[in-house]
């Protein structure tokens, strides 16, 4: 089965033809970073709209890419939920658009699980059940996965994700966004056991996450260097940064797979692109007996074969969406 997917939900726009849920025929993603880079973050207003701009002719270019004839294309995907409302808007309704005039089936998909799917691109013998942690620009969550569309939320961040931690720490520093990538490359000249920082503590829910103090602690320090005429080495910052979120996300699931015994953890997210990250949750996993599957690289950010792999799931549940399809801004992964 041959699903061609639509991904808008953010500052990318992608389009991808999946065929069975994990094997991708053809993937084309359009990142506006250039455009949202002297703004220092996402413009909605602008996403939304080089999103109109972009789609049509990218979907036409995944098709002429794929080499699959209009009507081997089977079924029409996309992702509705959650993410940046008129961003959103721009997928769903191009999606509806196809659908209706392919005669084809729409379905619609949920941004995490579909990060959460990318896996199924990149290990093909992995299936469900297995515990998931997707850390990216607007999410840190732990969810457990019982089935392909069966989710449990166990944990979530209390104030920022940590690609967003990640992106304000970089900002401060002076680096561009997204500044994540870029904090990592400055980190690597840098000793990260020069600052430490605070670990979050939160009462009665352990297994949440929370970045907010670690961010403000680092943005702190280098203030007051700067008030003080203090001269300050900016890649050890960074690297004592990052070396502390390893930690906190070690900690989190640590805790979680002792708790819920679980013996397969799977990685998705943006922030999984880290290799500092992926390397030291590889060390956890094998100190406690646990597999572990992360995406590759380049499936760890937003782009649309994600969106398939997980489509092929929800339509072999029967889940068929009709033209009426909404996008909405916020929805929990275990939405019915
Ligand atoms: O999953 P994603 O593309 O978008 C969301 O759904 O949020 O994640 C984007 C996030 C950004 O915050 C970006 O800075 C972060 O992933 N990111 C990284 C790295 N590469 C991307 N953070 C840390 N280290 C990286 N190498
Ligand atoms: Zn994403």
């Known amino acids: 089965m041959n699903i061609l997917a639509i991904e808008s939900s953010c500052d990318e726009t992608a389009v991808a033809i999946v065929k069975n849920g994990n094997e991708i025929i053809s993937s084309e993603v359009a990142s506006q970073i ?15 709209r080089q999103h109109c701009e972009i789609i049509d002719n990218l979907t036409k270019l995944c098709i002429k890419n794929s080499k699959l004839k209009i009507n081997e294309i089977d079924c029409i995907a996309t992702t509705f939920a959650p993410g940046l409302l008129g961003s959103l808007l721009v997928g769903v309704n191009y999606a509806k658009g196809l659908s209706f005039s ?7 998909v949920h941004h995490l699980r579909s990060h959460i799917a990318a896996n199924y691109l990149t290990h093909k013998n992995l299936k469900p059940p297995f515990l998931a942690l997707i850390i990216s620009g607007g999410h840190s969550n732990i969810v457990k996965v019982n089935d392909y569309c069966k989710f449990e939320p166990i944990s979530k961040t209390y104030d920022d994700a940590v690609g967003e931690a990640f992106d304000k720490v970089a900002r401060t520093i002076g680096l561009s ?18 600052f430490k ?6 009462k ?7 970045f907010s103090g670690l961010k403000t602690a680092v943005i702190n320090t280098l203030h007051n260097h700067k008030q003080k005429n203090k001269k300050i ?7 004592s940064f990052q070396l502390t979120v390893c930690k906190i996300i070690n900690e989190k699931v640590e805790m979680t797979i002792k708790k819920l015994k679980m013996k397969k953890l799977v990685v998705a997210g ?24 992360m995406p590759n690289k380049s499936l760890c950010q937003d782009n649309a074969a994600m969106v398939g792999a997980q ?11 009709s033209l009426n399809l909404n996008a909405v801004a916020n929805l929990p992964i275990n939405y019915i």
């Open 233 to 239: 080495n900016l890649a050890d910052l960074a690297a």
């Open 34 to 48: 250039k455009t949202h880079e002297v703004f220092g973050g996402v413009v909605p207003e602008i996403a939304s």
């Open 311 to 321: 489509a092929f799931f929800e339509f072999k549940n029967g889940k068929i969406a």
């Open 177 to 194: 966004y997204p500044g994540g990538a870029k904090l990592e490359k400055l980190a690597k000249n840098g000793n990260e056991l020069s």
């Open 270 to 293: 943006g922030v999984c692109c880290n290799e500092k990250i992926r390397n030291s949750l590889k060390t956890l996993a094998d100190q406690n007996g646990v597999e572990i599957f």
């Open 204 to 210: 009665n829910s352990e297994l949440d996450f929370s």
């Open 197 to 202: 920082f605070p670990k979050p503590k939160i």
């Open 102 to 108: 392919l005669k084809k089936p729409l379905v619609a």
